[in-house]
């Protein structure tokens, strides 16, 4: 590690295969805390490369205890985190949508790092029980449309990361690398990141996995999704797009709208609120929008507004909340 941190302090790039050694180095417990802390750090002030963010990426998967949901068409749901923005579990809520409009979702998921309430938070307080048993997730994904993985059980290996990133309490590369990393291995992907860069590594990674179909959005004024506040950037398979919200048919809306509980307790309460279309306009336009992002990764041919149709049925039929009392313990 000594020789990678003076590599890294020199302002060099790490090889992909160098990236690789040392992450996984690091899930088999061969440096200590201090090393990997400053390691971290290192990412905090300089540009991740596509070699590096690779070589990570493959380490982890590599050592992550899989899972074969190959015989469902799935789509991950998710966001890096790390904007800064407090906003609620937007794209979780967004995959019950999903899900309650047909599709299956095999989301990834984790414990609020520099937020108050990641996904993990938010489905163990609904009363989701995290479980690796293959057969359970299979059940559910056929019965709800929806399952979910909770990084900590697949990942074991990052253990020895879990407490010092807690302790940083800011985004780490691990915010970039917790949507690469799914264990049941999804043909598609909506996710939203915190940056421009982000978005243009991951399009550069995922344009060459083949037969790989995704969307990554992000909002020009900082948002890791679509947050109808301003003008956001897309990238697909199929190009590079600017949207407004017009372009799903709505209104901007106001940041302090959008804006989640300081508890989980808050958190939750919002989002089953959301799926009874209980909601507020700009809370469920949020959602809708970024369902419907999701939902064009299984429909390229149907553009935003077709899409946000499909999502807004889901929650007027009430199919999204049926979704979520079928996984959860919510009555």
């Given at each position: 590690?000594?020789?990678?941190?003076?590599?890294l302090f020199e302002y060099q790039q790490l090889t992909q295969q160098d990236a690789y050694d040392v992450l996984t180095g690091i899930g088999?417990?061969?440096?200590?805390?201090?090393?990997?802390?400053?390691?971290?750090?290192?990412?905090?002030?300089?540009?991740?490369?596509?070699?590096?963010?690779?070589?990570?990426?493959?380490?982890?998967?590599?050592?992550?205890?899989?899972?074969?949901?190959?015989?469902?068409?799935?789509?991950?749901?998710?966001?890096?985190?790390?904007?800064?923005?407090?906003?609620?579990?937007?794209?979780?809520?967004?995959?019950?949508?999903?899900?309650?409009?047909?599709?299956?979702?095999?989301?990834?998921?984790?414990?609020?790092?520099?937020?108050?309430?990641?996904?993990?938070?938010?489905?163990?307080?609904?009363?989701?029980?995290?479980?690796?048993?293959?057969?359970?997730?299979?059940?559910?994904?056929?019965?709800?449309?929806?399952?979910?993985?909770?990084?900590?059980?697949?990942?074991?290996?990052?253990?020895?990361?879990?407490?010092?990133?807690?302790?940083?309490?800011?985004?780490?590369?691990?915010?970039?690398?917790?949507?690469?990393?799914?264990?049941?291995?999804?043909?598609?992907?909506?996710?939203?990141?915190?940056?421009?860069?982000?978005?243009?590594?991951?399009?550069?990674?995922?344009?060459?996995?083949?037969?790989?179909?995704?969307?990554?959005?992000?909002?020009?004024?900082?948002?890791?999704?679509?947050?109808?506040?301003?003008?956001?950037?897309?990238?697909?398979?199929?190009?590079?797009?600017?949207?407004?919200?017009?372009?799903?048919?709505?209104?901007?809306?106001?940041?302090?709208?959008?804006?989640?509980?300081?508890?989980?307790?808050?958190?939750?309460?919002?989002?089953?609120?959301?799926?009874?279309?209980?909601?507020?306009?700009?809370?469920?336009?949020?959602?809708?929008?970024?369902?419907?992002?999701?939902?064009?990764?299984f429909e390229p041919e149907k553009n935003l507004e077709e899409c946000v149709a499909i999502a807004r049925e889901s929650i007027l039929s009430?199919?999204?909340?049926?979704?979520?009392?079928?996984?959860?313990?919510?009555?």
């Amino acid at each position: 590690m000594k020789k990678i941190l003076n590599q890294l302090f020199e302002y060099q790039q790490l090889t992909q295969q160098d990236a690789y050694d040392v992450l996984t180095g690091i899930g088999k417990g061969q440096y200590n805390s201090s090393q990997i802390a400053a390691f971290l750090t290192v990412y905090l002030m300089r540009q991740i490369s596509v070699a590096e963010l690779a070589g990570f990426r493959n380490a982890l998967l590599d050592l992550c205890l899989k899972v074969d949901l190959s015989e469902f068409e799935t789509i991950d749901v998710c966001g890096t985190g790390g904007d800064g923005k407090d906003t609620f579990n937007i794209s979780t809520l967004s995959a019950f949508v999903v899900a309650g409009a047909g599709y299956k979702v095999a989301k990834h998921g984790n414990y609020g790092v520099s937020s108050a309430c990641g996904s993990s938070n938010v489905m163990e307080y609904l009363g989701y029980e995290f479980t690796r048993d293959e057969s359970v997730l299979k059940r559910q994904l056929d019965t709800a449309g929806f399952c979910m993985m909770h990084a900590p059980l697949f990942h074991p290996a990052m253990k020895n990361v879990a407490p010092i990133r807690r302790e940083l309490g800011v985004k780490t590369f691990f915010n970039m690398l917790g949507p690469l990393v799914n264990p049941s291995f999804p043909k598609y992907q909506m996710v939203g990141v915190f940056n421009l860069e982000v978005a243009r590594l991951y399009n550069y990674m995922f344009q060459k996995l083949p037969g790989f179909r995704f969307n990554i959005v992000h909002s020009l004024d900082g948002y890791d999704e679509i947050s109808l506040t301003g003008d956001a950037i897309s990238y697909r398979r199929e190009g590079e797009q600017l949207l407004s919200p017009s372009d799903w048919g709505m209104q901007r809306v106001q940041p302090d709208e959008i804006v989640g509980g300081q508890t989980v307790q808050q958190a939750a309460k919002i989002f089953v609120s959301i799926l009874k279309n209980e909601g507020s306009r700009p809370q469920t336009d949020v959602v809708l929008a970024n369902a419907a992002a999701a939902i064009q990764v299984f429909e390229p041919e149907k553009n935003l507004e077709e899409c946000v149709a499909i999502a807004r049925e889901s929650i007027l039929s009430g199919k999204a909340f049926a979704a979520l009392k079928k996984v959860t313990k919510i009555v």
